[in-house]
């Protein structure tokens, strides 16, 4: 159900807050001690699809869980994945123009829960992350075993390497969660101007993935199996 992103549920934007400026999906996310989650959003959730064994993590680790890093110096451009970020830990990542701290030099940003990727630009500045689990760098090039099925908490996936193109179905919001809701995405920048489709369904829910999508993310869903 290919659809233009709904302003009134899951517009993402930008609002200073104790966790920094932060951008997350549907609802809010609360954040320990004086951190607090963004204005009018919710937190997206993470992949169990191609999660990583913590061995194979450490290994892999090319920016730690939390910290504010310089792009070219301290990290390099590039498509990263942090997994295993529970709905409590508040993850918390950001791209900006410069390091002023201020709410208009953030580019994007987003609260995680589950799964998350990011594309780092080689024109951004800093790249911030906070209470994330740490990010192994993403090979552009790299296949996957992609699944027909996804928990419906998976967070980001990525298209034909976690999950595969085709249409899934999922019977709705979980018990006592904060709605379904599913994204399609063109890339993992994190702009809404990469969304190519969303919804908060009301009961159940299907969308077709395209081979062409970049990612598909889903939170407080149950689990998503090919129609």
């Known amino acids: ?36 989650a963004k204005s009018g959003d919710a937190a997206p959730s993470k992949p169990a699809a191609a999660s990583s064994a913590p061995a194979d993590q450490a290994k892999k680790t090319a920016i730690r869980g939390s910290g504010t890093f ?24 950001e791209r900006a123009k410069d390091a002023s701290g201020e709410a208009d030099s953030i580019i994007d940003n987003e609260n995680a829960v589950g799964s998350t ?36 908490k998976a967070g980001t996936l990525k298209v034909g390497v976690d999950i595969a193109p085709g249409t899934y179905k999922s019977a709705g919001s ?13 890339d993992a920048s994190g702009s809404t101007d990469s969304i190519i489709a969303n919804e908060n369904p009301t009961g159940q829910a299907i969308v077709t993935i395209a081979p062409d999508d970049g990612y598909f993310k889903t ?9």
């Open 1 to 36: 159900m290919s659809q233009t992103p709904h302003t009134s549920w899951i517009a993402r934007h930008k609002a200073l807050t104790g966790c920094g400026a932060v951008l997350a999906l549907v609802t809010l996310t609360a954040c320990n001690g004086t951190d607090t």
């Open 70 to 93: 310089k792009v070219g110096s301290d990290v390099q451009p590039g498509t990263y994945r942090s997994t295993g970020n529970g709905e409590s830990a508040n993850c918390y990542w």
């Open 117 to 152: 990727y990011v594309t780092i630009e080689a024109t951004d500045k800093i790249f911030k992350s906070q209470d994330c689990k740490d990010w192994a760098a993403v090979d552009p090039k790299a296949t996957g075993t992609p699944k027909a099925e996804a928990p419906g």
């Open 174 to 186: 979980t018990e006592g969660g904060t709605g379904c809701y599913w994204e399609r995405t063109k």
């Open 219 to 227: 939170q407080d869903c149950q689990d998503w199996k090919k129609a």
